[in-house]
């Protein structure tokens, strides 16, 4: 076979397969990125709950969490585990009294994470 034609066909192939094995390892998201933490905590908004804490999009593997007042439609929590969700967030219209102004919908489940049971509580 003709070197000039074998050489450009090899690099095609090569780089063809290159391609497909990045797009496989990346996460398909389809809304948005929400880190849940293995625990809850009391937190006070219209009234007296527990809430989860929360990292979303940016802010995940920082070491600040956010209080996350609203339930996720189709999400089942169990303490010790730390779940990456892709969720859907829908604004609420018209907004009901003493709801919050968005609807979150599970997606998909990412990940679920066991967590050693000697890290701690803050």
């Not at 999400?75 to 009901?96: C, H, M, Q, S, W």
Request: charged content about 25%.
């Amino acid at each position: 076979m003709n070197p000039h034609v074998l050489f450009p066909l090899i690099f095609l192939i090569i780089t063809t397969a290159s391609w497909s094995k990045e797009e496989n390892n990346t996460l398909q998201i389809e809304g948005t990125l929400i880190r849940v933490n293995h625990y809850k905590k009391d937190c006070v908004g219209l009234i007296e709950q527990e809430c989860f804490l929360v990292q979303q999009e940016d802010a995940i593997g920082c070491d600040n969490w956010s209080f996350f007042y609203d339930d996720i439609i189709g999400f089942t929590f169990i303490a010790g585990f730390i779940y990456d969700l892709d969720v859907k967030i829908e604004a609420r219209n018209p907004i009901p009294q003493d709801i919050g102004k968005y609807r979150y919908t599970l997606i998909k489940v990412l990940s679920k994470q066991k967590v050693e049971d000697s890290m701690d509580i803050i």
